[in-house]
């Protein structure tokens, strides 16, 4: 397998997990926005993945969750699951289960907290490649996985057998442009922080954006559409936009996830509810903090429009 294998690009959300009070999954939540985003857009999904509280969730709960986002999809892009842990066995594990719920790849992370050298790196991707039934992507992140894809790193994981992408997520531009001249010849580049770097990675050769901002702001989409269509005075403005929203969910107190399900549930969006420990749900003066930062956001977007 190679890029050539697959036909996945431009904008996949990657899906936030809804709980309820008592910590169970919403599974209509959850559907409700997946159709949602599909009709704002979106290209595919990634669903347990950091967005989706993979750490919350057991291996049957992610498989389950699976199932429920490929009928939820309807066939209108590939469905993509995190199947991140620290033990290459139990990613192993992961990925004949969400083969049986019918997903189209997995999202591979590096072994997380245990400090690895580069070479324990690879080798952990080529036992997941050796025993896995899906295709691969790769999933760079250091600031909550520790260890990185470096491009060297990545270099070599791209001629492995199964890997047939990267979700560069490191939020460092010149690591993600170095990884794309390496290794887009072999396998797909999809860019992570897309309120940051959408527009430029779309007009550098990215094969498209995941990103978390999506579910709560369907426009960052079109960081992806109005970039491959011309319209960059909009896309510009929309990545501004998504800066100062990054700033504002990652600032003063406030982490992104819990601020990203606070706000849609805000705004009444699908997908949002509780989070699970040891995530906590926003309140209190963070939370109006939140909301009246995004306020000001929203009635500026709207002038600006």
Sequence with gaps: MNRDSIDWAGPMPAITTPFRSDHSID????????????????????????????????????????KLAVDASEGRGPVIVGTGSIRENDVIKQSFAAKEAGADGILVLPPYFAMVTEDETVAHFAAVNEG?????????????????????????????????????????WANFTATLERVSDRIRVFCGPSSIFGVRATLDGADGLIDCFPNVWTECLDLWHDTKAGRLDRAWALQRMGEQMTRLFTSDGLTLYPATKAIMNHLGLPGGGHMRPPYRDLEGPALERLIDGWTELDQLAAKSA
């Design 27 to 66: 599974e209509d939540s959850f559907c409700g926005n997946i159709d949602r985003l599909y009709r704002a857009g979106a290209t595919g999904v990634i669903v347990a993945g950091c967005t989706g509280e993979f750490w919350a969730l057991s291996f049957e709960e992610r498989a389950h969750l699976t």
């Design 132 to 172: 896995t039934a899906l295709p691969v992507v790769l999933y760079n992140i250091p600031a909550c996985a520790v260890n990185s894809i470096t491009p060297d790193v990545a270099d070599r994981a791209a001629d492995l057998e199964n890997v047939v992408a990267i979700k560069e997520s490191s939020g460092d």
